[in-house]
């Protein structure tokens, strides 16, 4: 079988179960190759463990063998990372979100149609059996026509936040952190979104890290971002939806992701997790757990970047799509700009909805049929 020779960028904490899902043959088509870092202890550490080469960035863009990178690095760095490697010929799948700045993510999916090549961004979770169980339930019109959607978190960044300081800064911060997980998993079943309008907080925005052993315990720092956010939104189909998020609530993490039909509702698991219960509710029914449809139940990290390989060797259009990782990002960036303007904020771009997975593949290693890439 034909495997395509990936890089890893980025050894931060996300980077261990995407190395171990991928080193472990969980999917087939990837062969992980090299790994890089600016911290180059850790760099060699991940090298070392999983048996890979350590490699600069430069290293990685200049050698003919390594056909995808996987860029796990924080949010500032997307950008400039996916750039190079785009320019350098290689095909990206990049971490949440595609990028900072609007305008970065636009230039990043026009350079890589200018290129021809494929680039993916997670969150890949709705690839995974509660969303995509969830999908063939409104696909299968067992609610009948959908007509409102509901999408909930609240989590403590204030602990999250001290010690990834990221958390707290632009480009990161609840809604461009979290909401990717929410949005998209909406966005795989019921397509894009035409407007939205918002209100958005900072709650306390001026703080002392309290947080003892965090990088920079005692001292003062701003949270730069909302964290809390309310939003409706207007899908293309019709679909009306909200989108609240809090992250100065208590540390235990509560979710709802919803969507409400003429003849029932479907409830979905956590969308920052693959698996899940996936609940069904007729007229006048109790709510019922739902037998999955679906595979990859267990952390699946590297499911998209693995399904993207597979186009690339098919030849065909990948499921995480720039255009579809980009409208949300648009979607957030337009939420922030509704609440900062006060007026309603037209969406310009657009995706095509991508197609389900396979029913059936259960993806967690007990079984694979003889054409895997038939699945993908």
């Not at 395509?4 to 472990?24: P, R």
């Not at 290293?59 to 997307?78: K, R, S, Y």
Request: hydrophobic share 40%; aromatic share 8%; charged share 20%.
């Amino acid at each position: 079988m034909q495997k395509v020779k990936v890089a890893i960028v980025g050894c931060g904490s996300i980077s261990d179960i995407y190395m171990t899902n991928i080193t472990s043959g969980k999917f087939q088509i990837l062969e992980l190759v090299a790994c890089s870092d600016l911290m180059v202890d850790r760099m060699q550490a991940s090298a070392e463990k999983f048996g890979i080469k350590a490699m600069t960035l430069d290293e990685i863009c200049a050698d003919p063998e390594i056909t995808m990178v996987i860029n796990l690095t924080t949010p500032a760095a997307h950008y400039p990372i996916i750039k190079q490697c785009l320019l350098a010929g290689k095909h990206v799948f990049s971490e949440k979100m595609i990028a900072v700045e609007l305008w970065q993510g636009k230039e990043l999916v026009e350079l890589a149609n200018e290129k021809g090549l494929h680039l993916g961004v997670a969150p890949d979770t709705f690839l995974g059996a509660s969303v995509q169980t969830a999908k063939y339930i409104v696909d299968s019109g067992l609610i009948g026509t959908p007509i409102s959607c509901r999408a909930s978190i609240s989590r403590n960044y204030a602990i999250y936040g001290e010690f990834l300081t990221h958390l707290v800064r632009k480009g990161a911060g609840i809604g461009f952190d979290m909401g990717g997980y929410y949005l998209t998993a909406l966005a795989a079943i019921l397509g894009p979104v035409k407007a939205v309008t918002a209100f958005t907080n900072i709650h306390e925005p001026e703080r002392v890290n309290t947080r003892i052993g965090a990088p920079g315990y005692g001292e003062k720092y701003t949270i730069e971002v909302p964290n809390v956010i309310a939003a409706s939104m207007q899908y293309d189909s019709g679909v009306l939806g909200t989108l609240h998020m809090n992250s100065d609530c208590i540390l235990d993490e509560t979710y709802g992701l919803e969507i409400y039909g003429t003849e029932g509702i479907v409830y979905m698991g956590n969308p920052n997790e693959f698996g899940g219960t996936v609940y069904l509710q007729k007229t006048l029914g109790e709510k019922i757990a739902f037998p999955l449809t679906h595979g990859y139940c267990e952390n699946s990290r590297g499911l998209g970047a693995a399904e993207m390989a597979w186009s690339i060797v098919a030849g065909r259009n990948h499921r995480a799509s720039k255009e579809m990782a980009y409208h949300v990002f648009e979607l957030m960036h337009g939420i922030m700009t509704s609440a900062e303007t006060g007026k309603i904020y037209n969406m310009e771009s657009t995706f095509e909805t991508p197609a389900a997975l396979p029913a059936g593949y259960m993806g967690d290693g007990g079984w694979t049929r003889k054409e895997e890439s038939a699945l993908m």
